[in-house]
């Protein structure tokens, strides 16, 4: 223990040197003349192209013309410290990869971010290697999970169920575009056959959500299969148009055929998850979904962990990272993209058929491209082929849009530009995936 706060003091120590080396370099930058002339024609340029929109607001009741000075004068104030700093972090951003380029020349993976040698990677590392630590921080992760839709609202139970959902669904997608390298731009059409899957047979056949869980989870892995087959020869560019056009394929066939799938009206009264035959309330419906959604959570981590971890993990690594190299080492392509494809798909199949009985009303407007993208930044913003990255970028990408509501139309303003800022300045996600290196001790015998 004593290790471990010997090691907070010296990092919070190195934050401190590290803030007042900030400061003094931000006011030595400032006085330089090329810095000063570059952002002043930068914030110039802003206010020039925005100004026919910002000042000039034409009154066509009473033929008048009113002048907003102001905005344009401060646009140009905001533009230029944006400008400002924008580049300084970006020449901050250089001069550490080079530097550390110059430390190890050899280890190209510190300039790709994949490593973290920081003081506070340093940190995180000796905490979680410390056991006590990492129980009591499981401990009061559970206990924090248990008590949540007591302490909190319906509507915060609700969106945080609306969180764990995108978590499996990004941990899903995370094994077809993080571990194995094939980009799926059209992993929703898996999530609306396990949407379907449950509301149709409910509806013809009526049985229950538990009933259809696991049947909605293997209809998911069949369609899985069905897209891997024609894409085993593609690649890149190529893929993503395949599996979008898969995507939308499947949309329009809801949307088109009524027979099967009632149209555009979509079907409703979906019943929602029962308790041994108890007929639950609103709100009992909701806590009652939020632990069936924690469970599965649970249950996704743990099999992608493993799944990571073992073989067909590491054949799917080696595809991502060169597939020529991967056949030519043996490992069998076919059956790894197709095993990608199947297992991807499974948890969204899953998720499907939570989705449709938490609702109770589906249609094909649920299940368009957007969502498919928002997965797919969920992956990409928390960090490719890393779990905790999925789920940190999980509850970023679907609570702070929720929790920025007071703040109205901004809020997506607001989220949009982190989402540059982060894409721009830690390209490789918030959590990287480490890679694994192996020494060969030299034996002194």
């Given amino acids: 223990m004593e290790t471990v706060v010997a090691g907070i003091k010296s990092s919070f120590k190195n934050i401190y040197t590290g803030v007042w080396d900030f400061i003094n370099l931000l006011i030595a930058r400032s006085l330089r003349p090329e810095e000063l002339k570059r952002s002043t024609l930068t914030a110039l340029w802003f206010m020039f192209l925005t100004f026919p929109i910002l000042v000039i607001k034409v009154n066509t009741v009473d033929n008048v013309i009113n002048w907003y000075w102001a905005r344009v004068v401060y646009l140009g104030v ?27 020349p050899v280890d190209t993976s510190i300039a ?25 921080l499981g401990i009061s992760l559970c206990a924090f999970a248990v008590a949540f839709p007591f302490m909190f609202s319906m509507y915060q139970t609700n969106i945080m169920t609306n969180a764990l959902m995108y978590i499996v669904l990004g941990l899903g997608l ?59 020869r593609l690649r890149g560019d190529y893929l993503a148009i395949v599996t979008l056009g898969f995507g939308e394929i ?67 690594v080696a595809l991502r990272e060169d597939e020529i190299a991967c056949q030519a080492m043996g490992i069998d392509k076919t059956k790894i993209k197709l095993t990608a494809f199947a297992l991807g798909a499974t948890w969204a199949g899953m998720v499907g058929v939570v989705f449709a009985a938490k609702s109770t009303f589906i249609n094909p407007e649920s299940f368009t491209f957007m969502e498919s993208a928002i997965i797919l930044m969920i992956v990409v913003l928390g960090g490719m082929g890393t779990i905790v990255g999925v789920i940190i970028g999980a509850f970023m990408v679907i609570l702070t849009p929720e929790y920025l509501r007071g703040i109205g139309e901004y809020r997506m303003l607001i989220f949009g530009a982190t989402m540059v800022i982060m894409m721009v300045f830690r390209p490789q996600g918030i959590i990287t995936s480490v890679r694994q290196k192996y020494k060969i001790m030299k034996d002194k015998t």
């Fill in 78 to 104: 905001t533009v230029y410290f944006v400008s400002f700093f924008w580049r300084y972090f970006l020449e901050v951003k250089e001069h550490g990869i080079k530097a550390a380029l110059d430390a190890d």
């Fill in 112 to 136: 790709d971010g994949l490593t973290d040698n920081g003081q506070m990677g340093a940190l995180s590392a000796r905490l979680m290697a410390n056991k006590k630590f990492k129980t009591a």
């Fill in 174 to 232: 995370n094994i077809v575009v993080g571990l194995a390298g094939l980009l799926d731009l059209g992993y929703v059409a898996f999530y609306a056959v396990g949407a379907y899957c449950y509301a149709l047979l409910n509806l013809h056949f009526g049985l229950g959500f538990w009933a259809v869980l696991p049947i909605g989870a293997v209809l998911g892995a069949t369609c899985g299969l069905i897209l891997g087959f024609p894409v085993l």
């Fill in 250 to 316: 499947i949309r329009l066939v809801l949307q088109n055929w009524n027979e099967f799938s009632h149209g555009p009206s979509g079907i409703a009264n979906i019943p929602r998850p029962g308790f041994f035959g108890i007929d639950l309330s609103l709100k009992s419906s909701i806590i009652y979904m939020y632990f069936i959604m924690i469970g599965l959570c649970l249950l996704t981590i743990f099999v992608v962990n493993r799944l990571q971890h073992s073989r067909i993990g590491r054949a799917w």
